[in-house]
């Protein structure tokens, strides 16, 4: 082979090599290309040993990929462990003792082996020249190039003499480098993109369960408060079918409002219309059946059915808005209401309209101790309690909405005046908060 | 000169660790079969013997338990790819003096076999 021919042959495994190395980073499973790799140099560069070396991650250590060549090792009989004087080399002794070269041949390690160098390296580490040709030795290598991914040293590449017996050229060392500092830039990918898949299941099972379990928990949860409200409203019998009632109104009221209605303000608007009254379920019957006027004592023990009911529903996160709303409904616009005495906008827009619908609902239905009054006079008086116990923009949409949609159905206040109903379509199904 | 056996049924594995330790002064035979092992150990005990677990035919287990039964000098370090710990513990049963799981590391095994033989020497 003539001195002219070989730099061109050279460039051209350059190239080639380049190529694969470049396809190599972007390979899930870079093993049988770095086989290849170790291949194509034993044959090229005519080797005695060619070893390629990965890090294990979970067992920290490394373990041979591949080996070629006369004193080639059995790959799956040897690891080198983390102490192996080469790994601590590469790993430590290199930045401790600012060296440049990032690789040991056998003959750099003869020229340290004289004394003065020796105890210069002894001193800056713990490592003993003799110990690194041993290990070399142990081998048959000549050369040992390593590879490093963000300073953590990921591969090995070991090379033993070419069989004519020349010397490694620097640009074929320089190549060596790069090749071996692909590889590792392979391993390290091919790793992330085993940890990111897997994550990656496992993540998207457990959204998917939680989502599932969650949306299970809701509408559990929502069926069964939907049902105690139900029985809170059979509980009381003044009030039988207030909740279907104040629902649809609440939402006639809302509509008419321009109330923002997106994602899942309908559905909290809806919980809280259905349930600001649960609390009742806490309150005994001897208060809440009592005919006539609650002495202090008992009234005190009805107006805890607000917290109670918002204590209920604190428990589902989902429900947090919901709760507010329970809390909060029977709060005063002038801050005279109860439990906190909340004024104006501190109180949830919900809130606001639950008082009007619900108070509303409870001037025309008829009692036992009480005919129900006419829609007309119980529009008297909300606009009488507007600004002090009600949101005056809420009361004016109520009566709005209310006397438009009487109107649309032709329907006269006066005919319901013995009946708390109002005949109109039923309030329509809400899916629970999702 | 210190005598050492390889038994293993993969001829590369015995010849690269044969190679190893005649490096280090060691005078090393070979034998890839269980029967083989033995008659060897029978021709000519060795000090230390590295013995392969998983071979066909007879296997690791069986000659362990013939060396240590003729022969309770003979250090005995089982090298395998098996690591579960009923093997182990059998091993050990068996007299076997060290139990190294392969991929091993060639500096833990060199330490190992020298102690043995230290350990013969001051017996």
Redesign the interface.
């Given at each position: 082979m003539s001195k002219k021919e070989n730099p061109k042959k050279k460039i051209n495994y350059h190239q080639t090599l380049r190529d694969v190395a470049t396809s190599m980073v972007r390979l899930k499973q870079p093993e049988r290309l770095l086989k290849m790799i170790t291949r194509f140099i034993d044959r090229q560069f005519g080797l005695t040993h060619t070893s390629l070396l990965i890090f294990e991650e979970e067992k920290k250590?490394f373990?041979?990929v591949d080996s070629k060549g006369s004193s080639r090792?059995?790959?799956?009989?040897?690891?080198?462990?983390m102490d192996?004087p080469l790994v601590l080399w590469f790993q430590r002794v290199k930045r401790v003792a600012g060296i440049q070269e990032d690789y040991l041949s056998r003959a750099m390690l003869n020229q340290w082996m004289p004394a003065a160098s020796q105890e210069f390296i002894h001193q800056k580490t713990d490592l003993d020249v003799r110990r690194l040709v041993k290990?070399m030795?142990?081998f048959k290598i000549d050369l040992a190039i390593p590879g490093y991914f963000k300073n953590t040293l990921l591969g090995l590449l070991l090379l033993g003499k070419k069989k004519s017996g020349r010397r490694f050229t620097p640009s074929e060392i320089s190549f060596f480098q790069i090749l071996t500092q692909d590889c590792s830039m392979a391993v390290k990918t091919s790793q992330y993109h085993q940890s990111l898949e897997e994550q990656n299941i496992e993540l998207a099972c457990r959204i998917e369960e939680i989502e599932a379990f969650r949306k299970k928990e809701r509408d559990t949860y929502y069926e069964v408060m939907r049902a105690l409200a139900q029985e809170v409203d059979a509980k009381d019998a003044y009030t039988f079918g207030h909740v279907s009632q104040v629902e649809y109104l609440g939402f006639l009221t809302a509509r008419e409002m321009k109330l923002d209605m997106s994602g899942n303000r309908k559905d909290i608007l809806a919980a809280g219309l259905i349930l600001h009254d649960i609390g009742k379920i806490g309150i005994p019957d001897h208060v809440l059946k009592k005919p006539g006027r609650l002495t202090e004592e008992e009234w005190g023990v009805m107006k805890t059915h607000a917290e109670k009911g918002a204590r209920i529903l604190d428990h589902l996160s989902a429900f947090k808005d919901v709760a507010e709303i329970v809390r909060c409904h029977h709060e005063n616009f002038d801050g005279t209401g109860y439990p906190r005495g909340l004024i104006g906008d501190q109180i949830p827009i919900e809130a606001r309209i639950v008082a009007v619908v619900d108070a509303f609902h409870a001037i025309v239905s008829s009692r036992c101790y009480q005919q129900g009054r006419t829609p007309e006079e119980a529009f008297k008086e909300i606009k009488r309690c507007a600004g002090t116990q009600f949101d005056p923009v809420v009361v004016d949409a109520f009566i709005r909405a209310l006397k438009k949609e009487m109107k649309k159905r032709g329907v006269s206040c006066a005919i319901h005046k013995e009946s708390a109903y109002l005949k109109v379509q039923e309030p329509s199904p809400t899916g629970g908060i999702g | 000169m210190n005598k050492l056996l390889v038994v293993d049924d993969?001829p590369?594995?015995c010849e690269?660790?044969q190679a190893?330790f005649e490096?280090r002064d060691f005078q090393v035979e070979f034998a890839t079969s269980g029967k083989d092992a033995l008659a060897k150990v029978e021709k000519k005990p060795p000090q230390v013997m590295l013995l392969d677990v998983q071979m066909p035919g007879m296997d690791g287990m069986q000659v362990l338990k013939e060396v240590k039964k003729k022969h309770p000098k003979v250090k005995v370090i089982m090298v395998t790819?098996i690591e579960t710990r009923e093997k182990i513990e059998e091993a050990m049963r068996a007299g076997a003096d060290n139990y190294i799981t392969?991929?091993?590391?060639?500096?833990?095994l060199e330490k190992d076999v020298q102690e043995k033989i230290t350990q013969l020497a001051k017996a």
């Open positions: 250590r373990i041979f090792v059995p790959i799956n009989l040897i690891r080198i462990d192996h290990a030795d142990a | 993969e590369e594995i690269f660790l190893f490096e790819a392969k991929p091993l590391s060639l500096e833990y």
